[in-house]
C-alpha cells in the first residue's frame, strides 16, 4: 500500500468558503441529474488545469484502500 505524502510547498497552507442560506436552498432546489451535471463539468474542468503529477497524485489517493 503506497502511503500519499503531501507537497512541501503546499505544508500549513489549506481553504475554506462561506456558503450562505440562500445558496444552500438554491442547491436543494436541483434535480439528481442537475447535481450530477455539475459534478461532471467540474471534474472536466479539474482535469484540463491538473499537471500531469497531479494527475498522477489523483489517482493514487483515489485507489488507496
Do not use: C
Amino acid at each position: 500500500m503506497s502511503k500519499l505524502i503531501p507537497i512541501k510547498e503546499n505544508q500549513n497552507k489549506g481553504f475554506h468558503y462561506t456558503v450562505t442560506d440562500e445558496q444552500i436552498a438554491a442547491h436543494q432546489k436541483l434535480t439528481l441529474h442537475e447535481i450530477f451535471e455539475w459534478l461532471e463539468s467540474t471534474n472536466r474542468f479539474v482535469r484540463k488545469v491538473q499537471t500531469l503529477e497531479e494527475k498522477g497524485r489523483s489517482i493514487r489517493a483515489k485507489n488507496i484502500d
